[in-house]
């Protein structure tokens, strides 16, 4: 699975205190940085999950923030570049670089108002015109996850609540986005018959669903097509399993986590995308990988995971 972020600037410093996001979502100086992430998983590795990252210096979250975080979902759109703007006062408060097919950013905590998010064409001159544009409205303590979605000609944006209450002791919390083109409705269910949602329509969000931690395998149904996956979900997790169209036409799931065994909130991080992605290597990850370059940081952290 290859994927690259190269840049992540914001001009807010509110994360959750301790939360992996709080490494990404400090304030950045003006100058662009890199976020190189020449990952090469195994395919059993491209549905089990995503990665999270592991904060390097908690910031303290403002009283009366909320969260946002933002993902790109469209199949057949290039990398964008996102950044968030508030609405009073234009500040950019979130900017990222060459975001692709099935990523989802960390968290961003900003005060509570209306901003509007935009995804130009990656590296396009200034005032490109963005490829869609929407408005999203930040309240006190809600975390949402924002995202485009289906195909490029007709894209379109969503902005779903998420819930971050603790599930009960030993277990963790799962819903679904139905964000594949392929399937008006979906159907994901573990392999032992428990149901994470059913029928789900296409652009939608299912309600959490409690489990029991602990990896699960899971089963994938829509109309005329049909995918599987694998999940490890630890005790007191909450995760959110975006199904995406692979590479052959079917389904697959990428498991992100939206919050860990924490008491605070939310938890989560940069996340790489599946499906297309997991076979299609972007030029910038293949020539770092022949030149030898080695994952640090944040990418290192996820190579660990999988003990890469």
Request: proline fraction near 6%.
């Amino acid at each position: 699975m290859i994927s690259t972020i190269r840049s992540l600037r914001t001009t807010a410093s509110r994360t959750a205190p301790g939360t992996p996001e709080a490494a990404v979502a400090r304030a950045a100086s003006p100058s662009r940085r890199r976020l190189a992430a020449p990952l090469a998983l195994a395919a059993a590795a491209a549905v089990a999950l995503a990665g999270s990252l592991v904060a390097a210096s908690p910031a303290q979250a403002a009283d009366g923030d909320g969260w946002v975080r933002v993902g790109h979902l469209s199949p057949d759109t290039k990398a964008v570049d996102v950044t968030l703007t508030s609405l009073s006062g234009g500040q950019v408060v979130m900017d990222l670089d060459d975001v692709t097919y099935g990523q989802v950013s960390a968290y961003q905590a900003l005060p509570a108002g209306t901003y509007v998010v935009s995804m130009t064409a990656a590296d396009s001159p200034a005032r490109t015109k963005p490829v869609i544009t929407t408005n999203v409205t930040v309240d006190s303590g809600q975390p949402i996850t924002t995202v485009a979605y289906g195909p490029n000609d007709d894209l379109r944006t969503q902005v779903f609540k998420d819930d971050l209450t603790a599930p009960s002791d030993g277990q963790a919390k799962v819903r679904l986005v139905q964000a594949a083109t392929v399937s008006d409705e979906v159907s994901v269910a573990t392999t032992t018959g428990t149901t994470i949602a059913a029928d789900a329509p296409f652009g939608s969000a299912s309600q959490y669903a409690q489990v029991a931690a602990g990896p699960w395998q899971l089963s994938l149904t829509g109309d005329d097509v049909t995918g599987s996956g694998s999940v490890d979900l630890a005790a007191g997790s909450i995760s959110t399993l975006f199904v995406l169209d692979d590479s052959d036409g079917g389904l697959t799931v990428v498991p992100v986590v939206d919050s860990a065994a924490t008491a605070q909130a939310p938890v989560g991080g940069v996340q790489t995308g599946g499906g297309w992605l997991a076979e299609h290597r972007s030029a910038d990850a293949t020539a770092s990988a022949a030149d030898g370059d080695q994952p640090r940081g944040f990418w290192a952290t996820v190579l660990g995971w999988f003990g890469a």
